[in-house]
């Protein structure tokens, strides 16, 4: 019965539903013209769905190649920095910008890879933390294009030349992209590449004797993961449009990181629950609590307290809470009925 | 001539910090197979605690930092306690996980509990000496002869007594170790702890130049993962000397070349060099059994 | 260069040793094509380091093997990357079942088959017509090589959690995705009852007459061995103690020794 509900839910879901989430998501604009929610829910929100890009990406590399990377916030920071010079000083079009602000972090991050992923896998992890330090000490020193601690600044994108789209939609923009990752990711993961990677991850035996180059697929993996961080710098640096180097510190990845491992490993819609979690708690509800609110870093240790707790005891991800909740709610239920029968 | 010799100084002092931070992960990492990412956080949560109790009390900073590594150990054995000793049967991706989440917390507790500005953590000698036209303070001297000292007993204790026996026998395989009868769980405790204290220490030994702050440990843990790395995670003293290595290119980098850009370029050449030697300066190439 | 005209491997002179222990000596065999091979040898006898010496899963200190590919020509794998060797028509099962516990059967034996698919990442990303046509391709042959096995009413199950017979089975599906020359088991027979050990005798004779394919297994069950090898090469101490047929080995002073009291056969 388990077998059979773990298998629904990993069967091909369509894309409608998808697509239907990308509906839901599109009406919040509306909502706050219409005075049924505040404007500032829309940036947590749209904040919300960017870190959702950045962490199915993240998801890849280590729900489905079981590495860690640490550099996620200065992968996010440089596609910032690069679409913010090349839209905001140069003037050259967004979706130059994007191809360019996604394409240079990903060649960082294969020559980054290309080195630390040659040995055991948490060398990832300290490689990219370095890598990350370093690029933190770029956007201060590199004043010349990062304005350094003052910070730089861009403007919501103009669509093929002349669409300039305005808070709204830029935010259906985000939506759009996130839906689009969604769909992406959901493809990969059900096609040879995916089962490659899902192969690597739990028998590294296997995958070699059925001709998988671990190697070059960690590699691949950590390439996606890295061009999906610009992605989310990009969108980013066009809703905020603002960035500062301070803003992609190692916290910041560590979040990212909580995002997947809470609402769940391997599961798109796990991470969607996840960065709602990580993201959306502390701003719609920690920051609002009487005491624990004014406390700056209860956000922090709430988030990294629900790391561990669901490591410990729910290593799969709160998604799949869901399943247990059904399992408890039937034996319960036929309790009942044994009792009446 | 003089600066050399300046810059050697320098780096002995340096290459401690690293070393004693190094050590401590290296020390997790072969006893319970965790990659320690919360090191530094752990040492600047207990060098915090050390500085309150320099402030409220006014003791010797000898004194303080010797408080803040017992509440360092205390805090190992409560971290190994609540969190890692039920985490033995979780996968090594998932245990460096839970390292991270440490980060998230200690860092979330500590401007909780000791506010966002910095403190000031004094040293613990005060005055200099000039040798060959190059000066080096107490402290310097303290800094350095204490760390090896610390180090020697670590490594004498290792290498000769019953303790230092069930840490190898642990670090080489637990499982066998602990049918054997040794405890490992304990040995994994006092492990810990150790690492703890000895982050503490390396904390407290840069809290005088750099200021007793959230981000004080960060250039120290990602050079001490580095060093374990360069000196490859099989080996307890490769670590050691890596770090010593690392302090000294720093150093010499920092002076000779740029003072910004030394620890990026440091890093970057470390990286390069585990490309041509994978299992660290002094790693031994483990063959996985299939 | 052909020196094993009818074979499909050669081993030669192979060796191998651990930090000063010698787990292979100077061990060479050959198994001709069409062939049912049997490695045998008490436990420890070095026959699961010979296997991962083929498959390159460890590399040998000395010696040569010579594989006749699927293309007919004939290669020294020694050198070869491990992922490098399934392409060359050489495949191997593990004694510990190495399936992916979130995988589905059928998804499982697809990955058998993971060379042949040649989609873009573009095209995985989009599921453009490229993919969908080599999932459905690859889906069929997964799913006609399970039915033949009995397998059909598991296919979209999750692996974990099947019985451990069963799971051996798939393993040995996955192995045949891609019709291979050679296949390679380990420990085939170990923890199946005795029902599920003839399901297997009978699979794997099937393996050699239908598809044109020769077997090599590793086992210490005499009584499976006897019954299904063509050819045994027994083993101790990884040196060769006696190649021959199942009579012969029987026969064979050296093979009673040791396996004096271990076995009955």
């Known amino acids: 019965m388990n077998n059979k509900l773990m298998n629904f839910y990993k069967s091909h879901k369509p894309y409608s539903q998808f697509i239907l989430f990308g509906i839901i998501l599109s009406l919040l604009p509306l909502l706050v013209s219409l005075g049924l929610v505040k404007y500032s829910l829309l940036t947590t929100v749209a904040s919300i769905l960017i870190y959702s890009i950045v962490a199915l990406g993240l998801n890849l590399l280590l729900g489905y190649s079981g590495l860690i990377s640490l550099g996620t916030a200065g992968f996010m920071g440089m596609g910032t920095y690069l679409t913010a010079f090349i839209t905001a000083d140069l003037g050259l079009p967004f ?247 | 001539m003089d600066i050399f010799v300046q810059i050697l100084l320098n780096s002995l002092e340096t290459g401690g910090i690293y070393a004693l931070a190094a050590l401590g992960i290296i020390l997790i990492f072969r006893t319970s197979v965790t990659t320690n990412f919360a090191q530094g956080s752990i040492s600047m949560f207990s060098a915090f605690l050390a500085t309150i109790v320099l402030i409220r009390t006014g003791i010797s900073p000898i004194s303080a930092a010797i408080v803040g590594m017992i509440f360092a150990l205390i805090i190992g054995v409560l971290v190994d306690f609540f969190v890692i000793s039920r985490a033995q049967k979780v996968n090594p991706v998932s245990k460096q996980i839970i390292t991270l989440g440490l980060i998230m917390i200690f860092l979330g507790l500590a401007p909780m509990l000791f506010g966002t500005d910095p403190l000031q953590f004094p040293r613990f000698v005060y005055g200099s000496y000039s040798f060959f036209g190059a000066t080096i303070s107490y402290n310097a001297i303290f800094n350095i002869v204490v760390g090896l000292a610390l180090m020697g007993v670590l490594f004498f204790a290792l290498q000769k007594t019953k303790w230092g026996l069930s840490v190898r026998a642990t670090a080489s395989n637990e499982v066998v170790a602990r049918m054997m009868g040794i405890p490992t769980a304990s040995v994994t405790r006092a492990s810990w702890a150790i690492a703890a204290a000895l982050g503490t220490l390396s904390a407290l030994m840069l809290a005088p130049t750099n200021s007793v702050n959230l981000s004080m440990m960060d250039t120290v ?68 059994k299939v | 260069m052909d020196n094993m005209p009818d074979k499909v491997l050669k081993v030669e002179n192979l060796s191998i040793a651990f930090g000063g222990l010698k787990a292979v000596d100077n061990l060479s065999f050959d198994i001709n094509e069409g062939e049912i091979f049997g490695l045998i040898g008490p436990n420890g006898a070095g026959k699961t380091t010979v296997f991962n010496c083929i498959t390159q899963f460890y590399k040998p200190d000395n010696g040569d093997i010579y594989f006749r590919t699927n293309t007919g020509e004939v290669e020294n794998l020694v050198g070869k990357k491990t992922h490098e060797i399934i392409g060359k028509g050489l495949v191997r099962t593990f004694q510990n079942i190495e399936l992916i516990r979130e995988l589905t059967v059928v998804e499982n034996v697809m990955v058998g088959a993971h060379i042949e698919f040649k989609s873009s990442l573009f095209n995985q990303f989009f599921r453009l017509k490229k993919t969908r046509q080599e999932e459905n391709r690859m889906r069929k042959r997964a799913e006609e090589i399970l039915d033949h096995m009995g397998l059909s009413s598991i296919k979209d199950m999750l692996v974990a959690g099947q019985p451990y017979g069963v799971l051996k089975k798939i393993e040995l599906a996955r192995a045949l995705m891609l019709n291979p020359k050679l296949i390679i088991l380990d420990e085939p027979a170990a923890g199946l009852n005795d029902s599920e050990t003839l399901s297997l005798v009978n699979i794997i004779k099937e393996i050699k007459t239908e598809r044109n394919c020769s077997i090599l297994l590793i086992e210490h069950d005499m009584k499976f061995v006897n019954g299904l090898c063509d050819r045994i090469c027994a083993i101790n101490f990884g040196k060769l103690l006696a190649i021959g047929t199942p009579g012969e080995i029987q026969e064979n002073e050296q093979v009673q020794i040791a396996y004096l009291g271990k076995e009955d056969y």
Request: proline share 2%; charged share 10%.
């Open chain 1, 95 to 341: 979706e130059l910008a994007l191809i360019i602000s996604v394409a240079v972090p990903m060649v960082i991050g294969v020559l980054t890879g290309l080195v630390s992923l040659r040995i055991e896998g948490y060398y990832l992890a300290i490689a990219t933390l370095a890598i990350s330090e370093i690029l933190r000490k770029v956007f201060v020193e590199f004043d010349f294009i990062t304005n350094g601690f003052s910070g730089k600044q861009a403007q919501y994108p103009k669509l093929l030349g002349f669409l300039q789209l305005d808070r709204n939609g830029t935010y259906i923009l985000i939506v759009f992209f996130l839906i689009l990752v969604m769909i992406m990711m959901h493809n990969l993961v059900n096609s040879h590449t995916g089962r490659a990677l899902s192969t690597m991850r739990g028998s590294e035996a296997a995958a070699s004797a059925m001709g998988i180059n671990i190697y070059r697929h960690r590699l691949l993996s950590f390439a996606i993961a890295v061009s999906f961080s610009a992605l989310g710098g990009v969108l980013y640096m066009h809703f905020v449009k603002y960035t500062y180097p301070n803003a992609w510190i190692l916290m910041l990845s560590l979040n990212i990181l909580a995002v997947i491992v809470i609402g769940g490993i391997r599961s798109i819609s796990g991470t969607i629950l996840g960065a709602f979690i990580v993201f959306g708690v502390p701003d719609l509800i920690l920051k609002r609590l009487p005491i624990i609110g004014s406390i700056d870093g209860a956000a922090y240790i709430f988030n990294g307290l629900l790391i561990i707790l669901v490591i410990l005891f729910y290593p799969n991800g709160l998604i799949n809470m869901r399943f247990d909740i059904q399992k408890n709610f039937n034996k319960l239920f036929r309790r009942g009925e044994d009792n009446n029968g």
């Open chain 2, 221 to 288: 843990q990602v050079t001490a993962l580095l060093a374990c790395i360069l000196g490859g995670f099989t080996s307890f003293y490769g670590a050691v000397i890596a770090a010593y290595l690392i302090g000294f290119a720093s150093n010499l980098l920092s002076f000779y070349v740029s003072s910004i850009w030394s620890d990026s370029i440091l890093y970057l050449l470390i990286l390069t060099t585990i490309l041509f030697k994978p299992t660290g300066l002094f790693g031994k190439k483990v063959i996985k």
